[in-house]
């Protein structure tokens, strides 16, 4: 069973620096295509960023210039660094795994069949 778990969220001032990680199993379900996603309370879940196995990467227009997703294949680790933080970054950041058929672009959009629990970022003004 594919199992994703995030770390790292907590609570910084705004335009302070965080970084959030996502372990991911050794599971052979687990596609190429991995990606951040966030949600605020009232608001929609959104894509922050998807990275592929290649080292391709997309953002968000909100994301570009201040958020960096990356990976360790080695590892299966995920990350999310993040600066010039702002109040609206305030959420709970999950990130998301596509399964091993699928063969599609990566963006930090659509359907992703696997899930972290998430980890919450607070960025306080």
């Known amino acids: 069973q594919v199992q994703l778990v995030e770390s790292g969220g907590g609570s910084v001032q705004a335009g302070g620096s965080l970084s959030v990680s996502c372990a991911a199993s050794?599971?052979?379900?687990?596609?190429?295509?991995m990606a951040w996603f966030r949600k605020a309370p009232g608001k929609e879940r959104e894509g922050v960023a998807a990275i592929h196995s290649d080292g391709s990467t997309t953002y968000a227009d909100f994301a570009k210039g201040r958020f960096t997703i990356s990976r360790d294949n080695v590892k299966n680790t995920l990350y999310l660094q993040m600066i010039s933080l702002k109040p609206d970054d305030t959420a709970m950041y999950y990130c998301?795994?596509?399964?091993?058929?699928?063969?599609?672009?990566?963006?930090?959009?659509?359907?992703?069949?696997?899930w972290g629990q998430g980890t919450q970022v607070t960025v306080s003004s």
């Open positions: 998301a795994a596509q399964g091993v058929l699928y063969r599609g672009s990566c963006p930090p959009s659509g359907f992703f069949p696997y």
């Open positions: 050794r599971d052979p379900d687990v596609g190429a295509c």
